[in-house]
């Protein structure tokens, strides 16, 4: 035990020394929260429409009005014929064009159904059919006050309906994949440099002529760096709630607690790296490249997991992020408690310590 | 206390010799150096001696122990200075020694009579970091590592390879010291000079012993007589001793050439050589051979 504290007391040493690359740790999730969380962005804002209005009455006004008044759109264009609606798509002046039919007002009020048409560009793909969403939902939301106003009767209203993120907004979606792209690269990194180091700086030759067992060592490099992965996380969730303006609706014990468990597992997959290789460069080019590519695949928040082919499905089971991602999603935006994600957290947890126990057991008792 | 027995140790597959067939002991409170230039395998011998390494062939006891199956034991025992340095750069003195201290579960207080000969010369700068000392006070502060926890052996490869002469000499200083307090040590050193201060050596040269005697035992145990040559363009005049029949071999030396002949050539003979080759003003004088004239004798030709 006084050996392990003695080792402790040297890594953190080490960590506080390094200056340049505590900055450096610090600084890079905050960058990168910034350019994934407002660059990596599916949300369209302040699109150009165009409106088509063959009936000119007060409701088509209204719903004008609403569209403008929006935060996604701004009516720039007013035009007479759909073939003028072609040309604007041609020039890429609009996005979207709004198409009420003639005798708009009088159709909703007499025979209770009227139509609008939302012709969007759909050259890319994302942005029209979010764009089209968009317009639709507006439209909708107009459409529930009228009833709620006029209430009138039987009226099958079938409407399909998004839930935790009615706008789509990308936030409740990014955010907590950067999130866990973030901390699976940082801290796997972290660690995977660190015994690595030791042996490529020859301090390693010394230390193994010494009574300290291998766990002492491999498990000391992990603990400074379990710190610094929480402040991180600190910084990725104060980011998230005041510049992203994510909402944080679990409990943020639980939150902080099921992040800690995960920069433990990524930690000791780092150290496993660490004890596997011989250099540095190579145990960075592992930890980014090898860790990079399965986690922004496989975790489900680029590309939905239920539609991988089955082979990449059951890879997916063995991918940490996976559960780390989804564990996120519920406590984050859903607001669910342990009850919901204790599944993935006995994973989790289980993932840690086999890897802890594989990178104890590689750790080279000898120079070669 | 140390058995060296038919070591063997190739790297790359075989492809590499580093050590043939070694066989080496050292008896307790000896010190016993290991002489030989870059690449002869004095590190390996070193790291397999320190349970780092393990050996194609032989074995190896320190202390009674076997260094490959009982290592942990080993381990525990010795004091060890790599060739490299191997402490931590971006620590201080005083906490480099610390933890060394508390990874052997001592203190420094406990035992700092043993490291206060050579520590004592590092104290004023304890709180510099490692990386900020020179060549002798890193080799001071390694040795003060390698004894904070009382070993009785030390195993020192190559500590003053990169230090200035005054400190070579306190460090020697304080090796004898070490010796007397009972220590066995093996050192390494491709230093010629600093063979004469231990009490027996090992020739070493491309993985094998070439000898293996105490410093004065080499030396009388070699009788060929040995000339230094001295005179004007020195490069060319090596050439030239290199040249003649006589010569047995000739290799520089400081301000002169040293020159082993074969039986039966005569001095004289090489200085009319060298005069008819148009040197002017030769001396060649017969000289003591030290263990470097030794070392290059016994080198294969």
């Known amino acids: 035990m006084k050996i392990f504290l003695a080792f402790l007391q040297k890594e953190f040493w080490h960590v506080i020394r390094d200056r340049r690359s505590l900055v450096v740790l610090i600084g890079m999730p905050i960058l990168m929260m910034l350019l994934y969380g407002f660059a990596l962005s599916n949300e369209v804002k302040n699109s150009r429409i165009a409106i088509l209005d063959l009936s000119k009455d007060d409701i088509?006004?209204?719903?004008?009005?609403?569209?403008?008044?929006?935060?996604?759109f701004s009516v720039t264009e007013y035009i007479q014929s759909p073939t003028q609606a072609d040309q604007l798509f041609r020039q890429g002046k609009v996005r979207a064009v709004v198409i009420f039919q003639e005798n708009f007002q009088r159709n909703l009020l007499q025979a209770n159904a009227t139509a609008v048409q939302i012709i969007a560009d759909a050259a890319d793909t994302n942005t029209g059919s979010t764009v089209a969403f968009y317009a639709a939902s507006v439209i909708r939301s107009y459409q529930n006050e009228l009833q709620e106003l006029q209430k009138l009767p039987y009226r099958i209203h079938v409407e399909s309906q998004m839930v935790y993120n009615p706008q789509q907004e990308s936030a409740p979606n990014f955010v907590p994949g950067v999130m866990v792209l973030i901390l699976i690269l940082l801290c796997s990194m972290l660690t995977a440099v660190a015994i690595v180091r030791e042996k490529e700086s020859g301090t390693m030759e010394l230390i193994l002529v010494s009574p300290a067992r291998p766990w002492v060592m491999v498990v000391a490099k992990a603990i400074p760096f379990l710190l610094v992965g929480m402040l991180n996380v600190g910084v990725i969730l104060m980011m998230a709630y005041t510049v992203l303006g994510l909402p944080m609706r679990g409990s943020l014990v639980l939150l902080l607690a099921e992040c800690g468990l995960f920069v433990l597992l990524a930690l000791s997959l780092g150290l496993l790296i660490s004890t596997r290789t011989d250099s540095q460069q190579t145990a960075l080019f592992i930890s980014l490249v090898g860790l990079m590519l399965p986690s922004l695949v496989f975790s489900g928040f680029m590309f939905p997991l239920e539609n991988m082919p089955k082979p990449l499905q059951i890879i997916s089971n063995i991918v940490p992020t996976k559960y780390f991602f989804s564990i996120l999603k519920s406590v984050m935006i859903k607001g669910l408690g342990f009850s919901y994600v204790w599944k993935e957290t006995l994973v989790m947890a289980g993932m840690t310590l086999v890897l802890l126990t594989l990178a104890v057991r590689s750790f080279k008792i000898r120079l070669a | 206390m140390i058995s060296i027995q038919n070591i063997s140790k190739s790297f790359n597959k075989d492809s590499v010799t580093a050590l043939r067939n070694i066989n080496i002991e050292v008896e307790r409170g000896e010190l016993f150096g290991l002489i030989g230039p870059d690449g002869a395998g004095k590190t390996t011998l070193f790291r397999i001696l320190a349970t780092l390494l393990l050996a194609d062939e032989g074995r190896a006891e320190i202390g009674g122990r076997d260094v490959v199956r009982d290592y942990k034991a080993i381990r525990r025992t010795i004091g060890y200075m790599p060739g490299r340095f191997a402490l931590y750069q971006d620590l201080s003195i005083w906490e480099n020694l610390q933890f060394y201290a508390s990874v052997f579960g001592t203190t420094v207080a406990e035992n700092y009579e043993r490291i206060k000969p050579i520590y004592s010369q590092i104290e004023p700068f304890k709180d510099r970091r490692a990386g900020q000392l020179s060549g002798g006070m890193k080799q001071k502060l390694a040795l003060s590592c390698a004894l904070v926890h009382k070993p009785d052996i030390l195993l020192l490869d190559e500590p003053t390879t990169g230090v200035d002469p005054v400190s070579r000499k306190e460090f020697w200083d304080i090796l004898q010291?070490?010796?007397?307090?009972?220590?066995?040590?093996?050192?390494?050193?491709?230093?010629?000079?600093?063979?004469?201060?231990?009490?027996?050596?090992?020739?070493?040269?491309?993985?094998?012993?070439?000898?293996?005697?105490?410093?004065?035992?080499?030396?009388?145990?070699?009788?060929?007589?040995?000339?230094?040559?001295?005179?004007?363009?020195?490069?060319?005049?090596?050439?030239?001793?290199?040249?003649w029949p006589g010569t047995y071999s000739c290799f520089a030396f400081g301000d002169s050439h040293h020159a082993y002949l074969r039986p039966g050539a005569k001095p004289a003979d090489l200085k009319d050589f060298l005069h008819q080759k148009g040197f002017e003003n030769v001396a060649v004088e017969a000289i003591q051979p030290d263990i470097e004239d030794i070392f290059m004798h016994l080198l294969p030709a």
């Open chain 2, 177 to 243: 010291l070490l010796r007397g307090q009972g220590l066995t040590i093996i050192v390494s050193t491709p230093y010629m000079d600093e063979a004469r201060l231990c009490d027996r050596i090992a020739l070493l040269q491309k993985g094998q012993i070439l000898e293996q005697n105490t410093p004065d035992g080499i030396v009388s145990g070699h009788s060929e007589p040995l000339f230094s040559v001295r005179g004007p363009n020195m490069f060319a005049l090596l050439q030239a001793v290199r040249l």
């Open chain 1, 60 to 72: 088509t006004r209204e719903l004008t009005q609403r569209l403008d008044a929006s935060r996604y």
